[in-house]
């Protein structure tokens, strides 16, 4: 964790400084090649240390319940971006953007509950998997009541 640490302190110190002197001293479009010596560097790495492995058992992935939970949270998000500029269930987008929600929604959780073998969330038996996950909303719900005045 300290190794993050480092990069979570040094990244917003050391970034703006030194692109602040690389856009001086040579030209803003030039500051997009920093990250490729970078990439490299990475791909290199990752092709010399990183050794393929074959796993004998591989879950199957929910394709099911992956595209209706997503089609679902994407019509919600839709519904409340555009929500208010189209004067929310007065316009038939919102109103069709609504349905495609509840009915995907609805379809995502009667999948879940009848495909128990191979369900969507059978990620969360993964104990490092949801550990990550609940730790991740706390911080965002820390992170959200130090911005709050």
Same mark, same amino acid.
């Given at each position: 964790?300290?190794?993050?640490?480092?990069?979570?302190?040094?990244?917003?110190? /050391?970034?703006?400084?030194?692109?602040?002197?690389?856009?001086?001293?040579?030209?803003?479009?030039?500051?997009?090649?920093?990250?490729?010596?970078?990439?490299?560097?990475? #791909?290199?790495? %990752?092709?010399?240390?990183?050794?393929?492995?074959?796993?004998?058992?591989?879950?199957?992935?929910?394709?099911?319940?992956?595209?209706?939970?997503?089609l %679902?949270?994407?019509?919600?998000?839709?519904?409340?971006d555009? #929500?208010?500029?189209?004067?929310?269930?007065?316009?038939?987008?919102? /109103?069709?953007? %609504?349905?495609?929600? #509840?009915? %995907?929604?609805?379809?995502?959780?009667?999948?879940?509950?009848?495909?128990?073998?191979?369900?969507?969330?059978?990620?969360?038996?993964?104990?490092?998997?949801?550990?990550?996950?609940?730790?991740?909303?706390r911080?965002?719900?820390?992170?959200?009541?130090?911005?709050?005045?």
């Open positions: 964790m300290a190794v993050f640490g480092i990069g979570t302190v040094l990244g917003p110190i /050391c970034g703006p400084v030194l692109g602040g002197w690389f856009i001086y001293d040579y030209n803003w479009r030039r500051v997009f090649y920093i990250n490729l010596p970078v990439g490299v560097i990475a #791909g290199v790495g %990752a092709l010399i240390f990183m050794r393929e492995t074959r796993h004998a058992h591989r879950e199957p992935f929910d394709f099911m319940g992956f595209a209706t939970f997503s %679902a949270i994407g019509a919600l998000q839709m519904l409340l555009r #929500g208010e500029l189209k004067d929310w269930f007065g316009s038939t987008e919102i /109103c069709v953007e %609504a349905t495609i929600s #509840g009915v %995907a929604l609805y379809l995502f959780i009667v999948h879940t509950a009848t495909a128990t073998d191979r369900s969507f969330l059978n990620l969360l038996k993964n104990l490092n998997f949801t550990a990550g996950t609940v730790l991740m909303f911080a965002l719900r820390l992170f959200d009541q130090t911005l709050s005045f």
